[in-house]
């Protein structure tokens, strides 16, 4: 079976300038340049740091770190999922998604959800005994969190921007 069959390969090239006609999606270089791409940047390192500050501790003796970890971990995800749209310009072969309204809605979503995730981490520090290895992960997880916090609401300005510009 090995070698014995050939495959012939057709190729065609299509006059269409439709972006959905093209198979191939495209890098856009500029996207990270831009003030929404270093958000989003910002938003998937920092996100990071808050779960795995959390992660390396023995966050499940204090139950309000289940919903830090768990905003944390859902955000950072979606956030890279949007950043892998963004860099691949996916958006353009999907155009019947209003993408500024769900960037709004994420981003908004996002700031109200990390603003509770903050201030749970940074009422649940008390839990730990000053100076140890949880007290100074969940301190840094606190700081980061508020970090991540602001990266969401600055996407969500400019997220409504693009939507008010679009409408």
């Not at 971990?73 to 691949?88: A, H």
């Not at 310009?89 to 979503?109: C, E, H, K």
């Not at 940074?122 to 606190?142: F, L, M, P």
Request: a positive charge; glycine letters at 6%.
């Amino acid at each position: 079976m090995e070698g014995s069959a050939t495959r012939t390969v057709i190729t065609s090239t299509s006059s269409s300038t439709e972006n959905f006609s093209n198979p191939t999606l495209v890098y856009d270089r500029q996207f990270l340049r831009t003030a929404s791409g270093l958000l989003v940047f910002a938003e998937i390192v920092f996100g990071l740091l808050v779960w795995m500050l959390i992660a390396g501790t023995e966050y499940f003796r204090v139950s309000a770190f289940g919903w830090v970890m768990f905003v944390a971990i859902l955000y950072w995800v979606l956030t890279v999922i949007f950043l892998i749209i963004y860099l691949t310009m996916a958006y353009n072969r999907i155009p019947q998604v209003p993408w500024t309204t769900v960037g709004l809605f994420f981003n908004s979503s996002a700031t109200v959800m990390y603003v509770v995730a903050a201030a749970v981490d940074a009422a649940s520090i008390s839990h730990a005994v000053k100076g140890r290895h949880n007290y100074n992960c969940w301190v840094a997880s606190t700081f980061f969190a508020f970090l991540v916090t602001l990266c969401y609401a600055g996407s969500t300005y400019l997220s409504f921007k693009f939507w008010r510009l679009e409408g």
